[in-house]
Nanobody, 114 residues
Framework: VQLQASGGGLVQAGGSLRLSCAAS????????MYWYRQAPGKQRELVAS???????NYTDSVKGRFTISRDNVKRTVSLQMNSLKEEDTARYYC?????????WGQGTLVTVSS
């Protein structure tokens, strides 16, 4: 299983970014997919998830600002991030699990400046 994340960058507060994660090596359409983030000096936290049926969940701090989506044909999961805040600065990772094993993408850095 390989997960390749992209789309990070530097953005001003209030701006938007779209992250994308391309998956290979798994039956993508039946896997739940997740976005995590880790800010400097903090623990990794779950940001958003999307099930195989496209049921979504978000951590409270991003509700109403972030949207997770999936494209089962392109085998990608995306995270649209709007109204970004400085506290959203972190490295963002896509994640899935398969048969009890964890698989992480390499992460993509999002930096939000004031």
């Amino acid at each position: 299983v390989q997960l390749q994340a992209s789309g990070g960058g530097l953005v001003q507060a209030g701006g938007s970014l779209r992250l994308s994660c391309a998956a290979s090596g798994l039956n993508f359409r039946i896997n739940s997919m997740y976005w995590y983030r880790q800010a400097p000096g903090k623990q990794r936290e779950l940001v958003a998830s999307i099930s195989s049926k496209s049921t979504t969940n978000y951590t409270d701090s991003v509700k109403g600002r972030f949207t997770i989506s999936r494209d089962n044909v392109k085998r990608t999961v995306s995270l649209q991030m709007n109204s970004l805040k400085e506290e959203d600065t972190a490295r963002y990772y896509c994640y899935t699990d398969l048969r009890g094993r964890d698989f992480w993408g390499q992460g993509t850095l999002v930096t939000v400046s004031s």
